[in-house]
């Protein structure tokens, strides 16, 4: 009895690092579905009412540094891309997947709906899609440090 107690303590502690890598929420390095190039390294998080947002933490497209988003309306005009919320209040819907209206495209100046989630063949790449309309587009963001 006390054996079988002292494997289950084993297993859940050998299980929690498994469980946590395979989050959505941390860093991930953008990398461009075109040009396969990194872009930016996004921080993804729980806001306060428990959503998920994500947030530009560091740029590494050599020449876009200090990019300014001077297409931008709004809030965001003519304001640094580094420290923008890029992800809005996207919602758990199940299963790993993460739904919202607001995925922000900073060099486009445009805000997609967007659906998030772990490939599930490799839980060190996001895969993001942005919606407009009918027509979607998806990116493979790998987990820094993964």
Request: net charge neutral; charged share 30%.
């Amino acid at each position: 009895m006390i054996l079988n107690k002292l494997v289950i303590i084993c297993f859940l502690i050998l299980a929690v690092p498994t469980l946590q890598a395979q989050s959505v929420f941390g860093k991930w390095k953008t990398i461009d579905d075109r040009t396969g190039k990194p872009k930016a390294i996004i921080d993804i998080y729980k806001d306060d009412a428990g959503l998920m947002d994500g947030k530009v933490i560091e740029i590494v497209e050599e020449g876009k540094e200090n990019f300014i988003c001077e297409k931008c309306e709004g809030d965001r005009r003519d304001k640094p891309v580094l420290g923008m919320t890029i992800i809005e209040d996207a919602e758990h819907k199940g299963e790993g997947i993460y739904k919202g209206d607001t995925l922000f495209d900073p060099q486009q100046a445009m805000t997609f709906r967007c659906k998030i989630w772990l490939n599930p063949e490799n839980p060190n790449e996001l895969m993001v899609r942005g919606y407009f309309a009918f027509i979607y587009r998806t990116q493979t963001w790998k987990r820094v440090g993964g």
